[in-house]
């Protein structure tokens, strides 16, 4: 993450504990990072809502990220938002169109699109 031109980064400690009944061991938790992610979840919002404007590959090569973090905040965030509201309540006019996912291989997706609001509801297999 770039903060003025500079690159920055947040090292936490986390802290160990140990339950006195079970005799288990437990590391601290933060609000704002996920269990085993290395990003906040400001920042992962941030990517996701910044490939809406540019591509994939522009925001891995802009962020110094990987290309499969990038695409994995996409995926997983793009899942949560899909989840979230029920996109099928106002549909009118459904558009069906068959896609390519790799051309020349006969691989083919559904894409389901509500044509009114111009917006993409679903990829079937």
Same mark, same amino acid.
């Given at each position: 993450?770039?903060?003025?031109? $500079? ?6 400690? &986390? ?8 005799? $288990? ?5 933060? *609000? ?5 992610? /290395?990003? /906040? ?14 591509? /994939? ?26 989840? &979230? $509201? *029920?996109?099928?309540?106002?549909? $009118? ?15 083919? &997706? ?16």
């Amino acid at each position: 993450m770039a903060l003025l031109g $500079r690159k920055v980064s947040l090292h936490l400690k &986390a802290r160990q504990f140990c339950c006195k009944d079970c005799k $288990r061991y437990f590391n601290e938790r933060f *609000d704002f990072v996920e269990p085993s992610k /290395t990003m /906040t979840i400001r920042y992962e919002k941030y990517i996701y809502f910044f490939i809406e404007d540019i591509c /994939t590959n522009q925001v891995s090569i802009k962020e110094d990220i990987c290309w499969a973090t990038v695409n994995e905040i996409h995926k997983r965030y793009g899942e949560k938002q899909l989840s &979230a $509201r *029920d996109v099928w309540q106002h549909v $009118r006019w459904l558009g069906i169109d068959e896609i390519s996912i790799r051309k020349g291989k006969k691989n083919y &997706a559904c894409c389901l699109v509500d044509l009114e609001r111009g917006i993409i509801l679903d990829f079937l297999e």
